[in-house]
Every structure is written in C-alpha cells, then in structure tokens.
C-alpha cells in the first residue's frame, strides 16, 4: 500500500524546541509525531466507545426499569481497586 502524506504543521518553536527535548534516541521529529497521532487517534476511539457503552446502557435501563444505585457500584469498584493492589506486581 502506497504510504500517504499529512498536512505539514506550523507551530511555535517553543512548541518544536520542546517536542526536540523529549526525543528518546534514535527517535525522529516524524516518527515522534506520527505515534503521538496514533495513540490519539486509538484514545478518541476508546472514548467513543466507552461513550456508546454508556448510552447502551443508560437505553437498556430506561426500557427495564432496572437501575444499580451508584453508592453500589462505588463499593465494587472499591474492592476491585483492592484486589488489584493485594496482588503482587
């Protein structure tokens, strides 16, 4: 597949200078930029995701009637929170 171009992007060269400082080694402006891109994109995605989940199951509750009481799954959340942290790493 034939690779294809961005947009070139004008910035301030605080903004340059800045992103030049965290280069880890070997890594270039472009590459830096084009994984910051990716993890971007793959976040948004998430967020979208995470968001239809929630409508879905605002709907299912609205046409059940059946609701979890807030405090309820704070408590659950709590003992997984928990859980993960008895566990060794």
């Not at 995470?50 to 408590?75: C, K, M």
């Amino acid at each position: 597949m034939k690779s294809a171009s961005l947009p070139s992007l004008r910035v301030e060269p605080e903004l340059r200078k800045a992103a030049e400082g965290v280069l880890r080694e070997g890594e270039t402006l472009s590459s830096f930029i084009e994984e910051s891109l990716r993890t971007n994109i793959e976040r948004r995605l998430s967020q979208k995701e995470f968001i239809a989940r929630g409508l879905a199951s605002r709907d299912r509750a609205i046409e059940t009637g059946e609701y979890v009481d807030a405090g309820a799954v704070l408590d659950r959340l709590q003992l997984m929170l928990n859980d993960a942290k008895a566990k060794p790493a």
